[in-house]
C-alpha cells in the first residue's frame, strides 16, 4: 500500500462530508414520511415502502465515496513523482466531495415532497412512487459522472511528474464537481414541483411525466458540457506550466459557469410544471415556451463551453 498524507485527507474529508450531507437527507426523507403516516395512516406501508427506498437512493451518494477513499487508501501503484501526484489527487476531491455534498443534500427536496403527495392522493400512491424513483434515480446522474471522472484522475496521478500535469488533472475535477452543483440543484428543485403538481392534480400525471423527461434533460445539459471539458482536460498534454494554468482555468470556468444556466433552467422548468398541473389543457403552450426559455438559458453555458475549450486548446 503506497498511499500519500493527501490519499489520507481526501478519503477523510470524502467520507465525513458525505456522511453529513446524507444522513440529513435520510433524517428529513424519514421525517416527512412519519408526518405523511400521521396523515394517511391507512396507507403507512405504502408511505414507508417510498421513504426507505427514496433513503436506499440518497445513499448512492455515500456508496460513491466510500468506493473512492478504499481505492485511495488502498492504491498499490507507485507515483513517478509523490508531490506533484498529491497534487493531481486534489482533483478527485473536488470530483467527487462538490458533487456528493450537494446531491445528497437536496436528495431530500423530491423525497420529502414524495411522502406529502401519496398522503394527499393515497389511490395514486403507485404512481407517485415510480416517478419519485425515476426523478431520483436521474438526480444521482451528475454525481455517477463525477465518480468517472474521478477514477480517472486518480489513474492518471500515479504518472503525473510535472506542476502543469498536476493542474491539469486537478482542473478536470474542478470542472465537473463543481459544474454538477447548479445542474443538481435545478434538477432536485424541479422534481420537487413536478411531484408536488402530480399531488394537486393526479389527472395531470402523463403530462408532467412527458415534461420531465425533456426538462431534466435540457438542465443536465450545463452538467454534459461541464463532463466534455473534464474529458479534453484529462486526454491533454501539457508542455509547459502555462498550458497548466490554462488548463486549470479551464476547469474553474467551466466548474463555476454552469452554476446558473443549471439552476435557472431548473427553476423556469419548475414553475411551467406547476401551471401545467393547475391547468393540464395549456399544457402545449406552457411546454413550448419552457423549452424554447431553457434552450435561450443553455445559451450562456455553451458561452462558457467554448471559453473553457479555448483555454484547453490555444493557449500553449
Not at 16 to 21: E, M, R, Y
Not at 47 to 72: G, P, Q
Not at 116 to 135: G, K
Not at 188 to 215: D, K, P
Request: charged share 10%; glycine share 8%.
Amino acid at each position: 500500500m503506497t498511499s500519500s498524507i493527501a490519499s489520507y485527507l481526501i478519503s477523510s474529508l470524502t467520507i465525513i462530508v458525505t456522511a453529513i450531507s446524507v444522513g440529513i437527507s435520510q433524517g428529513l426523507t424519514n421525517q416527512a414520511g412519519f408526518k405523511a403516516i400521521d396523515i394517511q395512516p391507512h396507507i403507512k406501508d405504502k408511505i414507508t415502502s417510498l421513504a426507505l427506498l427514496s433513503s436506499a437512493l440518497i445513499e448512492t451518494a455515500a456508496v460513491v465515496s466510500v468506493f473512492v477513499a478504499i481505492l485511495l487508501l488502498f492504491e498499490d501503484a507507485t507515483p513517478l513523482n509523490p508531490f506533484y501526484s498529491d497534487l493531481a489527487k486534489i482533483g478527485v476531491g473536488f470530483a467527487v466531495i462538490a458533487s456528493a455534498l450537494v446531491i445528497g443534500l437536496v436528495s431530500a427536496w423530491p423525497a420529502q415532497e414524495a411522502c406529502y403527495s401519496t398522503a394527499r392522493q393515497p389511490f395514486h400512491a403507485q404512481w407517485i412512487f415510480n416517478f419519485t424513483l425515476i426523478v431520483l434515480s436521474i438526480l444521482q446522474t451528475p454525481l455517477i459522472l463525477a465518480f468517472i471522472v474521478a477514477l480517472f484522475i486518480k489513474n492518471q496521478a500515479v504518472t503525473a511528474t510535472s506542476l502543469a500535469d498536476s493542474l491539469r488533472l486537478m482542473g478536470a475535477g474542478i470542472a465537473i464537481g463543481l459544474g454538477s452543483i447548479g445542474p443538481a440543484i435545478g434538477l432536485a428543485h424541479f422534481a420537487r414541483t413536478a411531484i408536488h403538481g402530480i399531488g394537486i392534480n393526479r389527472n395531470a400525471s402523463n403530462r408532467i411525466l412527458t415534461f420531465t423527461f425533456i426538462s431534466q434533460a435540457i438542465i443536465e445539459s450545463p452538467i454534459i458540457f461541464s463532463l466534455v471539458v473534464s474529458l479534453f482536460l484529462l486526454f491533454s498534454t501539457t508542455s509547459t506550466l502555462l498550458s497548466g494554468i490554462a488548463m486549470l482555468m479551464a476547469g474553474i470556468t467551466a466548474g463555476l459557469g454552469m452554476f446558473g444556466p443549471g439552476l435557472s433552467s431548473g427553476r423556469t422548468a419548475a414553475v411551467a410544471c406547476h401551471e401545467i398541473a393547475r391547468n393540464p389543457e395549456n399544457y402545449n403552450s406552457l411546454a413550448r415556451t419552457s423549452i424554447f426559455a431553457q434552450g435561450v438559458i443553455d445559451t450562456a453555458a455553451i458561452y462558457v463551453l467554448l471559453i473553457a475549450l479555448g483555454f484547453i486548446f490555444f493557449v500553449r
